[in-house]
């Protein structure tokens, strides 16, 4: 689908300029300088504005994510029950830092809680969920991405 | 046992949450019948107001009295939001109100519309629920083809449409005037009041927003009498609770109770008791933002009032033993409030960088004495000068953790 097709199921309205973003990044993955104009275009608003809402949510990307992306929830409730310990395992084992952008082909990334903290600790390998995870079933879990 | 009083409960894991005439058949939609053939907005608001309910969603603060102010402006538009972004964590119950009874849900949302005079609702839904947005999709096609929402609702004057509109991870967008300006396509950021929502809302128009558990409860109330609904709870505080307890207990999930009821039931009683057989260390009431509490403090009762020593905030409940790790958990705290931060004000913005960053090297042993020094400004500044009550969330458990449990904070031996 392109960004055109997207932007014609939507009216130009400005209570639609959050969905048309999401839909973009479900169907692109990010919302580039490209596709931000034309919906800037689309909305009669400058590109400045469309990127000052995007740029504000976690559900909407504004570059390019890395091929491998981790997710581990850091809520309270996973926190009692070891999710930093899954967190160390994972930056040892990669070599990289929770947060950091450098590497281009895998980020790990904390995350809010997301409401299946009886089930946690609950951690996102490139959109797919495990929960109950522990520092060695987190080590298996990512042996099957490489 | 407990003795059960279910309002919002009743009909979970009896009803297929897909099917509008599951729902009729267990008394659904029998309270907006009610209202449209038997009452007015007026008598209906008067219920409302008799039942004593208050908001869910944190503040409590009492639903009758926001509806009437929304009532009562002029004006032909006006707007209704059922709040259904639950990003706080720990809290599921609204959630869960979607998966088992979504039909109550929309229940109240189109009679709580009516009674303001708004012609068009919103739902808006935490971003990552995409199987609640499905449900809820479904249950308002099914509700318009019974003619429940639509124009002249069941052959009367009303009119509503209802839309849902899909968040996209925010923690802030749970405040109501953040939450509308995500709807209006702007940044998630609060909004200075005066004026307050219900006089200029989401568009500039008058809007009432309440918490879906909140809005669950009215089509009870509708039915049964404001007067009944106020029997049950405590005194201070009417009906009852979905409370959310989590952590170090046996059965961790969501159980409806009368308000009022103790900390130490709804451990014992509800969730099971503590997990593996360990001892109690504290608990937090009330998500990230909620106060500590010490096993001293067990025996209060959990209530909406102002003057109450813990605050109840949305009933999400954590529950810790020694197991747990204090320099995990004001890690896990102050890691979410700087991502949460919505950077619109400077003491926020920069007070939970700060307090992130302490709560690294407190983890790794390596504070210093302008870092303890440094904490006591930062916790006063949150406390005292931010722009939405966020910056105070920020600072509670934080500054609880540290009066209660200095000695292992700081790894002092005595
Ligand atoms: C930082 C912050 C986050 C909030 N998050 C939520 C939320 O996720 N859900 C909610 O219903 N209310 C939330 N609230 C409260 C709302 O601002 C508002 O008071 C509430 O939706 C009103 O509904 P009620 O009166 O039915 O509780 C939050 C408030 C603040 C300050
Ligand atoms: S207190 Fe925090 S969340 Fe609230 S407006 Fe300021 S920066 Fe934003
Ligand atoms: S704290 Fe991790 S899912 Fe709730």
Redesign the pocket.
Known sequence: MTVEKILLEFDAELKNLLPVLKKINAEFGYVGEEEAQKVADYFSLPLSKVYETASFYDLINTKRQPPLMIQVCSGANCAVKSAYKIISEIENQLHIKAGDDFNPNVKLEIISCLGQCGRGPIMIINKKIFTQVTPSSAREFLHNYM | MVKETKIITKNWSQIDPNEIDDAIEAGGYRALEKFIHKMTPALALEEIKLSGL????????P?GI?LESVQKEKGKEKYFIC??????PG?YK?RSIVDSDPHMLLEGIIIESLIVGARKAFIYVNGNYQKQIEILQRAVEQARAKNFIGEQILGSKYNLEVEIFAGAGA??C????A?INSIEGNRGE?KARPPFPTQCGLFGKPTA???????ANIPWIISNGGKKFATIGSKKSAGTKLFIVNGCVKNPGVFEAPLGTKLADLIEKYAGGMQNGKNFWFAQVGGS?GRLVLENDLVRKLEYDREAKIPLG?GAILVVDKTADIHELLLSWMSFFRRESCGKCVPCREGTYRLWEIAKRLQDGEISERDVAAIKDILWTLNNTTF???GK?AATAFGDALSNFQKEIYRLSK
């Open positions: 208050c908001g869910r969603g944190g503040a409590g603060f639903t926001k709040n259904l972004d639950e990003s706080e809290a609204d923690y802030i749970g405040e109501e005037t939450l609060p927003v309440n918490n879906a558990e909140t809005v933002s949305s939405c009550p966020l969330f």
